[in-house]
Each structure stands twice: as structure tokens, then as C-alpha cells.
């Protein structure tokens, strides 16, 4: 994700400008009629994560979980009976996950084995799934080999070798595939005794769960619309989308026909209304970028290569595979626009203008 220079314009925070929702980790905070928002520490460079709690305690529905770290799940366990009008349930009746991201859905498992229902997404939760279980080793070379074909530098690629899997650390055992009711784009769902209707957004991830509740114009948005960073768009391993950007670019437009004055409700940031003047800075943003990508590639250019021209930041290494992904999704984009065409040097697929 990279930050946006002209951040804010157009955009209000009908509760302050913080970090994330509410002031400290595990405390919610009432955002709508029977939204809670609760804000969880994540152990790296995007630092914390939203959940949402939809309904009163007994009927409560939990939207995604943060990372599978001892902070989150000592946070759950101390806050969630509290966290909407007093003490009441135990735990929550169902948790609803909007994608396989650990930062999303780490604790799915941990949930489901306390008897809470689930849903979600069949696409994310199998990803998920198919993710978790793939053994270290195989899981280190599919990321060096991915290096290697797009030009990484040696160090780099023989530091992701020694790499184990990366998603597992940060998730709890996925839960069985037959665990899940899953939800899809369209249909209408009762959460916490409000209706929902499920909308999707791809690009970040592959189908990733949002709500809208029509009758007050809010809009749990997931990662699809965040107030100042840019969402993650990458072409990955293993995920079947060659043109995310498409995809998500796609994404954005239907969500203009949601009204201007929606609540947002971001997994990262601050609550806002401005959802128009957001989708359009999102969409200039990847015009500015797929612009300056076109120009750099008046001579061949690997993946790699145009980390200086997306990128003015160093890298860690968890940034270095969504550089990777962002600058790969701007690079088919514009492949598959007729405007680059692929050529291969030394084994490194490169991109020239058509
Ligand atoms: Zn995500």
C-alpha cells in the first residue's frame, strides 16, 4: 500500500482523524446504529486493523478478527462481552470474514472452535485454506522462483528461500471448508438484526466480502476504500487474476453508485464520509501511475526495474512482495491494454511499449 499525496480532499471523519477506529486496541466504539468499530495492533508496517461488531449482545456479528497474535485473542476474550450496550453473550453467534488476509481472518479458526458460525466468501476461504497448508519449503521456493522471473536482485531472492510460510504465522488453523455458509454478490443478509446487501471488490483480494446497509447509507467497505493509503493491487502466486487492476479499477465504479453521503467504514484508517472523492483519487492514482509506468518503459523494463518509479521508499520485506504484485498488476494492465508488449531476457519477463 503507498500513500496518496493528495490525501483527505473532499473526505470528512465523522469521529476524529485517528490511527484506526477508537483510541486503543480492543475498545469499541459505537460508529452507527449497532456498529461497533474495535481496533487491533498488527505486527508490522500497516500497524493495526478494524473489526466491526454488528448487533447487541446475544445476537452479535463479528466482522473479521486481526492477526492470530496473543494480544488479539487476550483483547477478544477481555473485550468482546462488553463491547456493544453492556455484558451478554459469551461470544458472538457468527463471525463473517471478507477475505483470507491474516490481518482479516488469523483468528477465523480460533472462532470456530468456539462453536461461533461463519461465513464468508467460498473463493477466500478455500484460498485460505489451500494457503495454509502449503509446506514451508515449497511455499519459500514458489516465492524465490517468482523473484527470479521478475528480476529481483540475488540477496533478496535468497533471503525469501530461507522463508517459511509467511501466512501460516499469522493465522490459526483454517477452519473445514464444510464449517462455512458462504455469501455472494447481491444477495441481501440479516446481521445483527439489520439488513446487508453483500457487494464485492476484487483486485486486492480475490472476492472480497463488503456490506451496505441501505437504510442509513453505511458501507463496511473491507480494503476495497481506505481513507489514506492505497489498497494492495498485485498480481500473486498462486491467485488465478492476471489483470487485478481491472479488477479493482471495476470494483471502484460500481461503488460510485452507492450515494455520496455513505459512511464508510474502512479496515484501515478512520471512519469517513466522501466515498466519491475517494474513488476518484483512487482511480487518478492508478492513472497517474500506469502513465509514469508507460513512460519507463520506452525501453524494456522488468518488474523489478520500475520499483523506483512506484516506489520512492525502502522496502521491507513484507513491502517488497506487494511492490512486487503492485508493479506486476500495473504492468499487465497496460499488457493487456495493447500498450506494453512481454518480451524475455536472461529468463526475467520484461515489458516494452507496443
Ligand atoms: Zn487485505
Known sequence: MSESSDRYAGLTFPFGLSRGVGEADGKAVKVAESIMGVRHSLPFALDHVNCWVLGEPGNQVLIDTGADTPNTRK???????????GSGAPRPAALLVTHFHPDHMGLAGWFAEQGVTLLGSAIETDFSRLLWNIEDQTYADFYAQWYASNGLPEATISAVRQNANTYKKLVHQPPEASSWSHLKEGETVNLG????????????????????RESD?????????????????????????????????????????????????????APFTGLWARLDA?????????????????????AYELFGVLFRRELDAQQTSFALGESLAHLHYLEANGDLSRIERNGVASFVRA
Not at 483483547?75 to 463491547?83: A, E, I, T, V
Not at 438484526?193 to 451496505?212: E, I, T
Not at 459512511?263 to 484508517?269: C, M, R
Request: glycine share 4%.
Open 75 to 85: 483483547l477478544w476474550q477481555d473485550n468482546l462481552p462488553h463491547s456493544c450496550s
Open 193 to 212: 438484526g439489520h439488513d446487508y446487501q453483500v457487494l464485492v471488490g476484487r483486485g486486492h483480494a480475490p472476492d472480497m466480502l463488503m456490506l451496505y
Open 217 to 269: 447509507h453505511v458501507l463496511i467497505a473491507a480494503d476495497q476504500v481506505l481513507p489514506s493509503i492505497t489498497p494492495n493491487v498485485s498480481v500473486m502466486p498462486r491467485i488465478q487474476d492476471a489483470n487485478p487492476l481491472l479488477s479493482f479499477l471495476d470494483s471502484l465504479a460500481k461503488l460510485r453508485q452507492l450515494p455520496e453521503d455513505t459512511l464508510v467504514l474502512p479496515s484501515h484508517g
Open 282 to 302: 483512487l482511480n487518478h492514482h492508478h492513472e497517474q501511475r500506469l502513465a509514469e509506468v508507460l513512460d519507463a518503459c520506452n525501453e524494456p523494463r522488468s
